[in-house]
């Protein structure tokens, strides 16, 4: 062991090098300006004869240490506010969405009943207009010639089914297409016809437009290749199941001339 080892250090303990230069800074800038002041003064003033105790600042001071505590609590209630303001326009934009698509679901719905109440009105006018037409159609069948025998129950046959539909390929009872409407008419005075149009063109008797009788069969398109069939009813009218806008109906040969016609009665 040292024989120096028990004998104490009166060396000071060394200050911080921080410490050290925040006092010397400190001081520097107190003598600065008392010696600023004494040039600036008279030049027989009294020479500055007291001294004055500068509080000594360091780092563990009370004065630094509640300055630091305060710009530590503001930055942190800033860094709150800002995170407070970010959740807020988050929850604004969320809602701002929200109110869009329901609003967008909300038209669409609208829209749909829209046209759902479009299509039943224009379904209610159709059916309307379809009881308006039969009935129509039924009183001025009244002005045309009354058949009688085989020609009056086909035609009578063929005016109960005005109103019904057109589909393509149907036999009845409520739709039918051209050559079926024929064949059923004729099966009511045991007449049984071909099928289709183009066959049916071909039955019978060929006779002129201008000797046309009721019951006579008409044609459009060429003997053996007509595309369509219906029925002379007299008066320059015929019954047919014309097309899927106008169904069963009685209309005027002047407007859609046939092309031949055949006898079977």
């Given at each position: 062991m040292s024989h120096t080892a028990h004998i104490r250090s009166h060396r000071k303990p060394r200050r911080s090098s921080s410490k050290l230069a925040l006092r010397a800074g400190v001081a520097g800038g107190v003598l600065s300006t008392i010696a600023v002041a004494g040039s600036a003064g008279p030049a027989n003033a009294e020479p500055v004869t007291e001294t004055i105790e500068m509080p000594a600042l360091t780092f563990d001071s009370p004065q630094l240490?509640?300055?630091?505590?305060?710009?530590?609590?503001?930055?942190?209630q800033a860094a709150l506010d800002l995170d407070l303001q970010t959740q807020e326009n988050a929850a604004a934009a969320k809602a701002a969405k929200a109110a869009k698509k329901a609003k967008a679901e909300a038209e669409r719905k609208a829209e749909a009943e829209r046209k759902a109440e479009e299509a039943a009105r224009a379904a209610a006018e159709e059916r309307s207009s379809r009881s308006s037409e039969r009935t129509t159609l039924s009183g001025a069948s009244q002005s045309v010639s009354n058949a009688s025998g085989s020609a009056g129950t086909v035609v009578a046959f063929l005016k109960a089914q005005l109103g019904d539909a057109y589909v393509m390929g149907a036999t009845g009872p409520n739709s039918w297409d051209?050559?079926?409407?024929?064949?059923?008419?004729?099966?009511?005075?045991?007449?049984?016809l071909p099928r289709v149009s183009q066959d049916q063109s071909l039955a019978g008797t060929q006779v002129s437009l201008d000797n046309l009788q009721v019951g006579d069969i008409l044609y459009w398109g060429g003997a053996g290749s007509a595309y369509h069939t219906g029925v002379y009813i007299g008066d320059g009218k015929y019954l047919d199941a014309a097309n899927p806008s106008k169904g069963v109906v009685i209309q005027e040969?002047?407007?859609y001339p046939a092309s031949g016609a055949v006898r079977v009665l």
């Amino acid at each position: 062991m040292s024989h120096t080892a028990h004998i104490r250090s009166h060396r000071k303990p060394r200050r911080s090098s921080s410490k050290l230069a925040l006092r010397a800074g400190v001081a520097g800038g107190v003598l600065s300006t008392i010696a600023v002041a004494g040039s600036a003064g008279p030049a027989n003033a009294e020479p500055v004869t007291e001294t004055i105790e500068m509080p000594a600042l360091t780092f563990d001071s009370p004065q630094l240490a509640g300055a630091v505590a305060l710009s530590a609590e503001a930055t942190q209630q800033a860094a709150l506010d800002l995170d407070l303001q970010t959740q807020e326009n988050a929850a604004a934009a969320k809602a701002a969405k929200a109110a869009k698509k329901a609003k967008a679901e909300a038209e669409r719905k609208a829209e749909a009943e829209r046209k759902a109440e479009e299509a039943a009105r224009a379904a209610a006018e159709e059916r309307s207009s379809r009881s308006s037409e039969r009935t129509t159609l039924s009183g001025a069948s009244q002005s045309v010639s009354n058949a009688s025998g085989s020609a009056g129950t086909v035609v009578a046959f063929l005016k109960a089914q005005l109103g019904d539909a057109y589909v393509m390929g149907a036999t009845g009872p409520n739709s039918w297409d051209c050559s079926s409407l024929v064949q059923a008419a004729f099966r009511q005075v045991g007449i049984d016809l071909p099928r289709v149009s183009q066959d049916q063109s071909l039955a019978g008797t060929q006779v002129s437009l201008d000797n046309l009788q009721v019951g006579d069969i008409l044609y459009w398109g060429g003997a053996g290749s007509a595309y369509h069939t219906g029925v002379y009813i007299g008066d320059g009218k015929y019954l047919d199941a014309a097309n899927p806008s106008k169904g069963v109906v009685i209309q005027e040969l002047s407007g859609y001339p046939a092309s031949g016609a055949v006898r079977v009665l």
